[in-house]
């Protein structure tokens, strides 16, 4: 945004009453979106180098799983008080992350030692430690790895147990509950974003790389055999239900009644893509997360969004528990569905007289 | 501040909206959501307004947008499912269907696309979603043809005549979406090819050669882009396509540096230099010509990569615990002040 945009909406701010004096410096310690992710890929090399350093310094202490918990703690408390004495330092911002990332490593060793081939209690005590960093370590794209590293491994244990199918929608409905409250978190929405960002790129890699019952999970987690019958469906039923819920709950932010015209082809379009998703249970949460950035105003988020449709829709193509006709029956049935619904829009919804509606 | 204030801004018709005029709303409103985020963590705001700021900011969507919104939804969407579906049938191969019946499907597809575009023209998004779907269905009959008369002929071969036949409608349409699925269709046919020359080991043993041409191509694309965007071809100045074309080219070459660090006979002793003269171009033409920031930070990304990488080469032998200390500080530097610099560039072109 050029400096005179910047004046001009700061000066409709004030004349609302919303803000007050000059208009603000630019803060230099906000970085697109684009330098974040440079950051967070940078500070992640820098991990492994300091990872390395430690693995060889430390073999001895590593080896030991109550060495390795408490050398790697040490280096989350200083990448922690990093972060918290020097906020607007880019360098101890980039330090604090590499250090802490490096000490995550050596917890995951540490718990892979004590617990071995058992994974979920290793898991929960992982998340345990990444909801700790999360609270405590007050950096933007810290929060975001710790979040999404975090979520995955909630996921792990999850998948451990055998609720596998549930580890998106359930992830899905709490990414919904972030962003549609959004602007309700008050002096918390900073790291309420950095939570919801890392939720959805959580969500976006499950879906292109590790939804559903196939690909990795048959490699990585055994047969899809172990899970229930009953888990298969409530996961499935879930996934449906993401985006006409997510659909409803802005609606209801928006103040839009279902009753409404734009409540109803909102809610049936939806609907038309639940539908799919209960087959292709991915396709509902990448839409979610399209619909939901741009009620935001997000286009990082509805980025995101489309490019989890389009991986989703690719690896679709190999998933195994349909055939390709039966995928093909059902894509095919959904985009005309859609593509009826949309011929409405047009048809039932112009030759109307506007309505007074909200959203 | 009231919500009929809010309601009076956001207005209540559903209009179409323009295609152009929507652009540049997304891009303001994207902008607006930035900077009153940014005076919200200042402090400047306070929180519990930032859904009024943004609403006044015009960050959040009014009437018109949810309309456009879900227009473009419904429609991209549809067509999006029923193409990957019509692929996915001829890729099941049912025996129960005919040849010919399957030729008839496939070919009434296209027909009925075009004649879409026909109907509609390409100045609309509904003509240009048809065409879309008319270049896809294309390649669907191609594999068609490929499967039930067993041509032998290569998987490249079937990219390549496909890119080629869907040429004329690409040059015709003047969209860049389209441009760049022409393009990443011409990176397919490439690949396979060294794929299915270069054996199933070529693949991953010999890559360089694959490298180096995917790069040039993507190169020479991205400085046309540029230089017709630059003398005022409207609809290539997108900044996203031009973006996927860099982070391509920028990653290949990237990938062609270290070759030429880890195996500087595989990439020809010209990997280095060829990526610090990229660096150097990127440099020039996004910092002082074109501004383009993200493009800039892929540049750092790429440094810190080769740089680390070089390191690692050399430093790590007998005593690896300093070489490996030493490097991740130099990692965090450079990281540091890579972010330092983007986000000063980003201040400088916002004053």
């Keep these: 945004?050029?400096?005179?945009?910047?004046?001009?909406?700061?000066?409709?701010?004030?004349?609302?009453?919303?803000?007050?004096?000059?208009?603000?410096?630019?803060?230099?310690?906000?970085?697109?979106?684009?330098?974040?992710?440079?950051?967070?890929?940078?500070?992640?090399?820098?991990?492994?180098?300091?990872?390395?350093?430690?693995?060889?310094?430390?073999?001895?202490?590593?080896?030991?799983?109550?060495?390795?918990?408490?050398?790697?703690?040490?280096?989350?408390?200083?990448?922690?008080?990093?972060?918290?004495?020097?906020?607007?330092?880019?360098?101890?911002?980039?330090?604090?992350?590499?250090?802490?990332?490096?000490?995550?490593?050596?917890?995951?060793?540490?718990?892979?030692?004590?617990?071995?081939?058992?994974?979920?209690?290793?898991?929960?005590?992982?998340?345990?430690?990444?909801?700790?960093?999360?609270?405590?370590?007050?950096?933007?794209?810290?929060?975001?790895?710790?979040?999404?590293?975090?979520?995955?491994?909630?996921?792990?244990?999850?998948?451990?147990?055998?609720?596998?199918?549930?580890?998106?929608?359930?992830?899905?409905?709490?990414?919904?509950?972030?962003?549609?409250?959004?602007?309700?978190?008050?002096?918390?929405?900073?790291?309420?974003?950095?939570?919801?960002?890392?939720?959805?790129?959580?969500?976006?890699?499950?879906?292109?790389?590790?939804?559903?019952?196939?690909?990795?999970?048959?490699?990585?987690?055994?047969?899809?055999?172990?899970?229930?019958?009953?888990?298969?469906?409530?996961?499935?039923?879930?996934?449906?239900?993401?985006?006409?819920?997510?659909?409803?709950?802005?609606?209801?932010?928006?103040?839009?009644?279902?009753?409404?015209?734009?409540?109803?082809?909102?809610?049936?379009?939806?609907?038309?893509?639940?539908?799919?998703?209960?087959?292709?249970?991915?396709?509902?949460?990448?839409?979610?997360?399209?619909?939901?950035?741009?009620?935001?105003?997000?286009?990082?988020?509805?980025?995101?969004?489309?490019?989890?449709?389009?991986?989703?829709?690719?690896?679709?193509?190999?998933?195994?528990?349909?055939?390709?006709?039966?995928?093909?029956?059902?894509?095919?049935?959904?985009?005309?569905?859609l593509l009826l619904a949309r011929f409405v829009l047009h048809r039932w919804w112009l030759s109307q007289p506007t309505e007074v509606t909200h959203a | 501040l009231t919500g009929n204030n809010i309601n009076a801004r956001r207005g209540t018709g559903w209009e179409l909206p323009n295609l152009a005029a929507n652009g540049k709303k997304a891009a303001s409103m994207r902008n607006s959501r930035d900077e009153i985020v940014d005076w919200v963590e200042q402090g400047r705001i306070q929180p519990e307004n930032l859904r009024f700021a943004l609403d006044i900011g015009g960050a959040l969507p009014v009437h018109s947008d949810w309309r456009g919104f879900l227009d473009r939804f419904l429609l991209w969407a549809g067509v999006l499912f029923v193409v990957a579906g019509a692929i996915f049938f001829f890729a099941y191969n049912w025996d129960s269907m005919g040849r010919y019946a399957k030729f008839a499907l496939a070919e009434a597809a296209i027909v009925a696309a075009l004649a879409f575009v026909w109907w509609r023209g390409l100045d609309r998004v509904g003509g240009r979603a048809a065409l879309f779907a008319a270049a896809l269905f294309v390649g669907a009959l191609f594999a068609l043809i490929g499967q039930i008369y067993q041509t032998g002929a290569d998987t490249f071969e079937l990219f390549a005549v496909w890119a080629a036949a869907i040429l004329p409608w690409v040059i015709v349409a003047r969209w860049a979406a389209l441009w760049i699925v022409w393009i990443a269709l011409l990176n397919i046919a490439i690949a396979l090819y060294f794929h299915t020359m270069g054996g199933i080991f070529g693949l991953f043993f010999d890559p360089v050669r694959q490298f180096w041409i995917l790069f040039a191509l993507n190169t020479v694309a991205l400085v046309i882009w540029e230089a017709l965007a630059a003398v005022g071809v409207e609809w290539l100045r997108d900044r996203w396509a031009a973006r996927v074309l860099a982070t391509t080219s920028g990653g290949l070459v990237t990938a062609l540096a270290l070759y030429g660090i880890f195996d500087s006979k595989d990439a020809g002793g010209f990997g280095v230099p060829v990526w610090l003269a990229w660096l150097g171009c990127a440099y020039f033409v996004y910092r002082h010509r074109i501004s383009d920031i993200y493009v800039l930070a892929g540049a750092v990304l790429s440094v810190i990569v080769v740089v680390s990488s070089f390191l690692a080469k050399h430093l790590l032998g007998d005593d690896a615990a300093f070489a490996f200390l030493l490097i991740g500080v130099i990692v965090i530097v450079m990281s540091a002040a890579g972010g330092w610099w983007l986000k000063d560039v980003a201040s400088r072109e916002a004053a």
């Excluded at chain 1, 090399?45 to 703690?73: E, H, K, N, Q």
């Excluded at chain 1, 280096?75 to 880019?90: E, I, N, Y």
């Excluded at chain 1, 960002?197 to 939804?211: D, E, K, P, S, W």
């Excluded at chain 1, 997510?246 to 932010?253: E, F, K, N, Q, S």
Aim: hydrophobic share 60%; proline share 3%.
């Design chain 1, 1 to 337: 945004m050029t400096a005179a945009r910047g004046e001009s909406l700061w000066a409709m701010l004030v004349a609302r009453g919303l803000a007050t004096g000059a208009v603000p410096q630019r803060d230099k310690a906000r970085a697109p979106w684009f330098v974040r992710v440079m950051l967070g890929i940078a500070g992640w090399i820098g991990a492994l180098f300091l990872l390395g350093f430690a693995g060889v310094m430390f073999a001895s202490i590593l080896d030991r799983p109550l060495g390795a918990a408490v050398l790697g703690a040490l280096a989350c408390v200083g990448a922690a008080v990093m972060f918290r004495s020097r906020p607007k330092s880019d360098f101890a911002e980039q330090f604090g992350l590499a250090v802490s990332i490096a000490g995550q490593g050596m917890i995951v060793i540490a718990l892979g030692k004590w617990f071995g081939m058992k994974l979920w209690p290793a898991a929960l005590l992982m998340a345990g430690v990444q909801t700790c960093l999360f609270l405590l370590a007050p950096s933007f794209v810290h929060r975001v790895w710790v979040a999404w590293t975090g979520v995955f491994a909630i996921a792990l244990a999850l998948d451990d147990v055998g609720l596998r199918l549930l580890v998106l929608p359930l992830a899905m409905g709490v990414f919904t509950w972030v962003w549609v409250r959004e602007f309700d978190f008050g002096s918390r929405a900073e790291m309420a974003r950095a939570g919801g960002y890392g939720l959805a790129l959580f969500a976006c890699l499950q879906l292109v790389f590790m939804h559903g019952e196939q690909l990795w999970g048959l490699f990585l987690f055994g047969d899809v055999a172990q899970f229930g019958r009953a888990v298969a469906w409530i996961g499935a039923g879930l996934s449906a239900a993401v985006l006409p819920l997510a659909v409803v709950v802005l609606l209801g932010r928006e103040g839009v009644g279902l009753d409404s015209r734009a409540g109803q082809l909102a809610l049936a379009s939806a609907v038309i893509v639940g539908v799919a998703s209960f087959k292709a249970p991915g396709v509902g949460s990448a839409v979610a997360i399209l619909v939901i950035g741009f009620a935001n105003g997000n286009r990082v988020l509805s980025g995101l969004g489309i490019l989890a449709l389009l991986g989703y829709l690719s690896q679709f193509y190999y998933a195994l528990h349909a055939t390709l006709l039966e995928k093909s029956i059902l894509l095919v049935c959904s985009g005309l569905a």
